[in-house]
DNA sequence: CTAGGGTTAG
């Protein structure tokens, strides 16, 4: 009968006062009965005992201190303990809002109803979930609350805030404080209030509270549970002290308190975020022998880590591993999985566990789709990537920009322009976002197509549109004209690069190099690799090739060796760079030059590949009449067995293990004997 | 009650 009382005060709309905030003095009225008092029968009588008139205070009792809960207990013989939530605390709770006034109002409603909020109650209100969102609210009334007379906060006020703060990612100063407060009112610690600490103190990084509070459970004589070393060590580990979680791991093994799962996936975090993922491994083997297993935890941080590392065997090697030992696999590690596979190039093997994948009913995501198209395309196989796009489509997956920009890319590539640009426009007219990569994906295939023209127009309209071009895009249109021998419009275009402040690059130096000697300027070309090396951009592979072949093929070769001889020490000098060369000499018809670079190859020390060999044997043996000019010193480095002696790769029309000297040996007529 | 994580493109 009580209870369904309080239930209709609590909803009963004269319950709520609107606007009673701007009443400077609460005219209460005399009988009393419209007050949200508790429904005890002490504290009625304790408050209708005393006439509430602002005159008379000096007979008022002091403010009775509020309780989050009430004893109903006398009503419920059976059920001794029956606590019944305070009716003030969604009053108070109302009022906990992000506003100006909040603590005036705070302040005239506890004078107006003769109430002070007792540290349970306080404690209480923090701990509810209502304020988790606004921890500067639940900050202010903790600050408001200390201001009540005889007031003092309970050690779990402090720890309810600490962690509101800390979940908030709030400012860590503002707990520093508190935990220095904590530190001067010398508490009695519980466990469940340390715990709650060392997570909070974890999650902030603040490694220097965090052992404070571990060393005051030591002296308060509570020994640390496992859950209370799991917060330790996470927290050590978020904030990078792997080294001390390591230690108080080691600590643990040595003790009574024995890791579990979650301390090894803690530790290992620790080690993959240190990018140690080989320790992480051996600690990952240990733990088999210590009983304890891996869990699919376990394995996604490993595959996560190996993931970042570029090391897609290992990730695939765990995932084998998971299905074997029937471990769940969580989509991201599918994701993973074969998104390194597609970037490794093994487009049938990341299809392979994408259908592994729908067998145990995991679906897959854009991202998965969007690898697969991509490594299909890259492949050349058009047909089984948009055969997957349509696939995905049917699924109910959206395709984003990186989709489109995947398959415009692939078919570009395919040489399907007409599909390219239909897929293009489809963007255009169904808003999906059209970015630099996208623009760019197309320019490219334009270009590549000879279709210049088409190139430079969305180009152009990148710059209407408002789409910022970045080098990439600068560069598809650089080599789109280079590659048209519209080597003038190619300069003017890396002009403009520069005047609108967009940074060239090693691709678009090369482009221009390659561009120049295609046009036969020669020196033109040669003081853009000077500019290129003067700016500080380090060559690729790629670059020396347009150069070496450039200077090769207008009959530098001497110069092009010293170019490589002076960028050797740099330790940036690919070792295909002279195979490079000897392959378009070869290509060019130009042995005997090739031949000498061999020479000048072997004269340094160094090997020539057999795939170099190869194309030198096979271009000798187109050029017979060029062996019979060859000097002595060429001749006798063809009959250096152990220059030749080796098995030439099954890929030539020759056998395996043909030797060149035999071959030598059968045109030895035409030679001069040695 | 703790612990892992976001992948794809020029």
């Known amino acids: 009968m009580r209870k369904a009382t309080l239930t209709r005060i609590l909803s009963s709309s004269s319950y709520i006062i609107p606007?009673?905030?701007?009443?400077?003095?609460p005219p209460l009225n005399s009988h009393g009965g419209s007050l949200p008092f508790p429904l005890t029968a002490s504290r009625t009588s304790s408050v209708f005992a005393h006439p509430l008139s602002r005159n008379v205070s000096t007979f008022l009792p002091p403010p009775e201190w509020i309780e989050p809960f009430i004893d109903i207990s006398d009503l419920t013989i059976q059920n001794p303990?029956?606590?019944?939530?305070?009716?003030?605390?969604?009053?108070?709770?109302?009022?906990?809002?992000d506003s100006p006034t909040m603590e005036s109002d705070l302040s005239s409603f506890c004078h107006r109803f003769l109430i002070r909020l007792s540290p349970n109650f306080i404690a209480h209100v923090l701990g509810s979930t209502r304020l988790s969102k606004t921890t500067k609210v639940a900050f202010q009334f903790f600050r408001w609350a200390e201001k009540q007379k005889g007031y003092t906060h309970k050690l779990e006020s402090y720890v309810f805030l600490i962690d509101l703060l800390s979940s908030s990612a709030q400012d860590s100063e503002v707990i520093r404080t508190l935990v220095a407060e904590i530190r001067d009112r010398g508490f009695v610690m519980t466990s469940s209030t340390s715990n709650s600490l060392i997570r909070s103190l974890g999650v902030m990084g603040m490694v220097e509270e965090l052992l404070w509070v571990w060393r005051w459970m030591k002296e308060n004589?509570?020994?640390?549970?496992?859950?209370?070393?799991?917060?330790?060590?996470?927290?050590?580990?978020?904030?990078?002290?792997?080294?001390?979680?390591?230690?108080?791991?080691?600590?643990?093994?040595?003790g009574k308190i024995q890791p579990d799962i979650v301390t090894y996936n803690i530790l290992i975090k620790g080690y993959c975020k240190l990018g140690k993922t080989q320790k992480a491994m051996d600690r990952?083997?240990?733990?088999?022998?210590?009983?304890?297993?891996?869990?699919?935890?376990?394995?996604?941080?490993?595959?996560?880590?190996?993931?970042s590392d570029g090391d897609f065997d290992a990730c695939l090697g765990l995932y084998n591993e998971m299905e074997e030992k029937g471990v769940e696999i969580p989509s991201h590690a599918y994701s993973l999985v074969i998104g390194g596979l597609c970037r490794d190039g093994k487009v049938i093997e990341g299809y392979a566990v994408y259908e592994s994948m729908g067998r145990r009913g995991c679906k897959a995501n854009v991202a998965i789709y969007t690898a697969l198209i991509?490594?299909?395309?890259?492949?050349?196989?058009v047909e089984e990537a948009m055969k997957l796009f349509e696939k995905m489509k049917d699924e109910g997956l959206e395709p984003d920009e990186v989709t489109f920009s995947v398959v415009v890319n692939g078919l570009c590539k395919a040489g399907k322009m007409e599909k390219a640009v239909e897929c293009f426009k489809f963007c255009r007219e169904n808003g999906v976002p059209i970015n630099a990569v996208l623009y760019c994906s197309l320019i490219n295939g334009l270009g590549k197509g000879g279709?210049?023209?088409?190139?430079?127009r969305l180009f152009e309209e990148m710059e209407e549109k408002g789409c910022v071009r970045d080098s990439y895009c600068y560069n598809a249109l650089i080599d789109a004209f280079a590659k048209a021998g519209r080597i003038d419009s190619a300069l003017a275009l890396f002009k403009r690069m520069e005047d609108e402040?967009?940074?060239?690059?090693?691709?678009?130096?090369?482009?221009?190099?390659?561009?120049?000697?295609?046009?036969?300027k020669n020196e033109e070309a040669l003081k853009f690799w000077e500019a290129m090396i003067d700016k500080g951009i380090t060559p690729t592979p790629a670059s020396f090739r347009a150069l070496s072949m450039g200077l090769c093929l207008s009959g530098k070769v001497a110069r092009a060796c010293k170019i490589l001889d002076d960028l050797a020490p740099m330790g940036i000098l690919p070792d295909s760079a002279f195979e490079d060369m000897i392959n378009v000499l070869c290509k060019a018809g130009r042995v005997k030059e090739a031949c000498k670079l061999a020479d000048g190859i072997i004269d340094r020390g160094r090997e020539i590949p057999g795939r170099v060999r190869t194309v030198l044997i096979n271009a000798l043996r187109k050029a017979v009449s060029v062996i019979m000019h060859l000097d002595r010193k060429i001749i006798s480095v063809i009959h250096d067995k152990s220059f030749w002696d080796v098995p030439?790769?099954?890929?030539?029309?020759?056998?395996?293990?043909?030797?060149v000297s035999s071959f030598i040996h059968l045109d030895t007529w035409l030679l001069s004997p040695p």
């Open 374 to 381: 991509d490594s299909f395309a890259k492949g050349g196989d």
């Open 501 to 520: 402040g967009c940074d060239q690059t090693v691709y678009t130096y090369t482009i221009l190099i390659d561009g120049l000697f295609k046009k036969h």
């Open 648 to 659: 030439i790769p099954s890929s030539t029309s020759w056998r395996r293990h043909v030797r």
């Open 451 to 456: 279709m210049v023209d088409e190139a430079e």
């Open 221 to 254: 004589g509570i020994e640390p549970s496992l859950y209370t070393y799991n917060f330790l060590m996470d927290g050590l580990v978020n904030s990078m002290f792997v080294d001390s979680a390591e230690q108080v791991f080691e600590a643990m093994e040595a």
């Open 81 to 97: 303990r029956n606590l019944q939530s305070s009716p003030w605390i969604d009053r108070i709770t109302n009022l906990l809002q």
């Open 19 to 25: 606007g009673f905030v701007e009443i400077p003095f």
């Open 284 to 307: 990952f083997r240990e733990m088999e022998s210590k009983h304890v297993h891996p869990d699919k935890i376990t394995y996604l941080t490993l595959i996560q880590s190996f993931y």
